[in-house]
Antibody
Framework: QVQLVQSGAEVKKPGASVKVSCKASGYAFIRYGISWVRQAPGQGLEWMGWIGANNGNTKYEQRFQGRVTMTSDTSTGTAYMDLRSLRSDDTAVYYC??????????????WGQGTLVTVSS | DIQLTQSPSSLSASVGDRVTITCRASQPMTNYLNWYQQRPGKAPRLLIFAASTLQSGVPSRFSGSRSGADFTLTISSLQPEDVATYYCQQGYTIPPFGQGTKLDIK
């Protein structure tokens, strides 16, 4: 079955960087893109960006441009999200989600379990 | 950019009630509208895609429909396990998600 398994919780100081991994299994990794979505405590879902697993193409939400880098390793079926210059308002649960693009539809059909990133001095 | 506005932002209903959540798009769009359920402390789960197609494994009490700019998620008979926040999402522009509707049991 399709699974996305994310790396464990992180605690970082302001100004540091964090790299979250998302290991995919149960499907052909290169056939689907991966999006990253975050959720601050008590808040809604915020899309951060997308990476095409087959070619490494990326698209980032404008407010994260310059601070985020998304990569993928097709040999291990793993996607990564690197966020730099962390601030306290980056404290959130970070999710990876598989992008399903079909005729007449595009949606996130499988999600990782989430990774809590806490930014605190 | 297409903005999605969900209503209500929260609601309480009784077990067995019919529950309706609406998502209004700020611009005309086709049926690239999806619904997710997020139970407390859990990752989101896809319920409905392309406005009305039920994702595999989702109970048939969930359904989606569209009338003009309004997309609707309906739970035909509310169950205790349906306590969650529900999000709509469009596949055209950023930001893709509505602000969420929190549903609990009376």
């Amino acid at each position: 079955q399709v699974q996305l398994v994310q790396s464990g919780a992180e605690v970082k100081k302001p100004g540091a960087s964090v790299k979250v991994s998302c290991k995919a299994s149960g499907y052909a990794f290169i056939r689907y893109g991966i999006s990253w979505v975050r959720q601050a405590p008590g808040q809604g879902l915020e899309w951060m960006g997308w990476i095409g697993a087959n070619n490494g193409n990326t698209k980032y939400e404008q407010r994260f441009q310059g601070r985020v880098t998304m990569t993928s390793d097709t040999s291990t079926g793993t996607a990564y999200m690197d966020l730099r210059s962390l601030r306290s308002d980056d404290t959130a649960v970070y999710y990876c989600a598989r992008d399903h693009i079909a005729v007449g539809a595009t949606f996130f059909d499988y999600w990782g379990q989430g990774t809590l990133v806490t930014v605190s001095s | 950019d297409i903005q999605l506005t969900q209503s209500p932002s929260s609601l309480s209903a009784s077990v067995g009630d019919r529950v309706t959540i609406t998502c209004r798009a700020s611009q005309p769009m086709t049926n690239y509208l999806n619904w997710y359920q997020q139970r407390p402390g859990k990752a989101p789960r896809l319920l409905i895609f392309a406005a009305s197609t039920l994702q595999s494994g989702v109970p048939s009490r969930f359904s989606g429909s569209r009338s003009g700019a309004d997309f609707t998620l309906t739970i035909s008979s509310l169950q205790p396990e349906d306590v969650a926040t529900y999000y709509c999402q469009q596949g055209y522009t950023i930001p893709p998600f509505g602000q969420g509707t929190k549903l609990d049991i009376k």
